[in-house]
C-alpha cells in the first residue's frame, strides 16, 4: 500500500469513524440519530432525505474503492501538489465535523426530527456557521476528490454536496418552525457556511 492510500484511508477512517462513534454514544443514550428520510416530515423533506442519503451511502462506498483500488488510467490529476492540497483539506473538514458533533452534544441528529427534544445551538463553531458539519462534510468531500480525482469521485462528491445545500435549505426552515425569533436572530448574525 502505498503512502496516498495510507493517508487517504486514515483521512478516511477518522470521518466515518467518527460520524459512527457518535451515533453510537447517543444510542447508548437512546437518541436515535439516524433521522434521514424517518418519521413523519413533509414529502419533499423525506424525498430530498433519502436520495441524499443514498447519494451519502455511494460517494463512502466510492471514496473507499477510489482510495484502494482506481489506478492510473482513471485519475483526473496526478500531481503530488494536488493529492497533498486534497489531504490538507478533506483533514481540515474532518476536522470542522468533529468539532460540530461535540458542540451540538446531545442535539446531534443526522435529518430532521420534530419527536425529539433538542436545543438551537449557536455557541463554539456555531457561532461562525450555522451548519459546519455540513461545511465538514463538504470539505472532507472536496479534498478526498482532490486527491482521488477519478470520475466517480468527483462525481459523487458534487452530487452530495448539492445534496447537502437542499437538505440545509429544509433543515432551515423547521428550525424558523421550533426555534422562532431566536433561530431568525441567529439567522441574521452567523452565515449558512462561513463566516459571521
Request: aromatic letters at 18%; glycine letters at 6%.
Amino acid at each position: 500500500m502505498n503512502t496516498y492510500k495510507i493517508i487517504g484511508i486514515i483521512i478516511y477512517l477518522s470521518f466515518y469513524g467518527s460520524y459512527f462513534a457518535k451515533m453510537f454514544s447517543q444510542s447508548k443514550s437512546g437518541i436515535k440519530t439516524d433521522r434521514m428520510g424517518k418519521g413523519i416530515k413533509p414529502k419533499k423533506t423525506f424525498v430530498i432525505e433519502v436520495i441524499l442519503k443514498m447519494i451519502t451511502l455511494m460517494t463512502a462506498v466510492i471514496q473507499l474503492i477510489s482510495i484502494l483500488f482506481i489506478k492510473k488510467i482513471l485519475i483526473l490529476i496526478q500531481k503530488d501538489w494536488f493529492i497533498y492540497s486534497g489531504f490538507i483539506i478533506s483533514t481540515i473538514g474532518v476536522i470542522i465535523f468533529i468539532i460540530a458533533m461535540v458542540t451540538m452534544h446531545d442535539s446531534w441528529r443526522a435529518g430532521i426530527d420534530n419527536t425529539q427534544d433538542t436545543k438551537m445551538i449557536s455557541n463554539g463553531i456555531y457561532k461562525y456557521s450555522r451548519n459546519p458539519a455540513f461545511v465538514g462534510f463538504d470539505l472532507f468531500y472536496i479534498g478526498l476528490a482532490l486527491s482521488f480525482s477519478n470520475v466517480f469521485n468527483v462525481f459523487f462528491a458534487c452530487a452530495s454536496i448539492v445534496m447537502f445545500h437542499f437538505q440545509i435549505l429544509e433543515e432551515e426552515k423547521f428550525l424558523n418552525t421550533i426555534f422562532g425569533n431566536e433561530y431568525l436572530d441567529y439567522k441574521k448574525k452567523t452565515w449558512r457556511y462561513f463566516g459571521k
